[in-house]
Nanobody, 126 residues
Framework: QVQLVESGGGLVQAGGSLRLTCAAS??????????MGWFRQAPGKEREFVAT????????DYADSVKGRCTISRDNDKNTMYLRMNSLNPEDTAVYYC?????????????????WGQGTQVTVSS
């Protein structure tokens, strides 16, 4: 069984920064070889893509809304993925989810991801 646990969310003022962490675990599971991603869902809105990273960490992709402000990274030895978010604004307020893809590359579609965490709340005050 695969478990993804997000952490690092919280309340931050506009212009501030946060680093989200996604830790994957499972008796025989490793994130090595799989693409991973971050998605978010704001109240009353659909879940949307934020960032994705390929299996090696060498290829990334970002939503236009966060491009230049966020950096996705991963440490396969630790089965962990990160999302560094800078210059946060109230529109970034959402529950942030990490996910593991069934493929090895980057992917912006939530339908390509098999495993999801429970989410971590990010609230940005103005």
């Amino acid at each position: 069984q695969v478990q993804l646990v997000e952490s690092g969310g919280g309340l931050v003022q506009a212009g501030g920064s946060l680093r989200l962490t996604c830790a994957a675990s499972g008796r025989t599971f490793s994130t090595y070889g799989y693409g991973m991603g971050w998605f978010r869902q704001a109240p009353g809105k659909e879940r949307e893509f934020v960032a994705t990273i390929n299996w090696s960490g060498r290829t990334t992709d970002y939503a236009d809304s966060v491009k230049g402000r966020c950096t996705i990274s991963r440490d396969n030895d630790k089965n962990t993925m990160y999302l560094r978010m800078n210059s946060l604004n109230p529109e970034d307020t959402a529950v942030y989810y990490c996910a593991v893809s069934r493929g090895s590359g980057t992917d912006t579609s939530s339908r390509s991801y098999d495993y999801w965490g429970q989410g971590t709340q990010v609230t940005v005050s103005s």
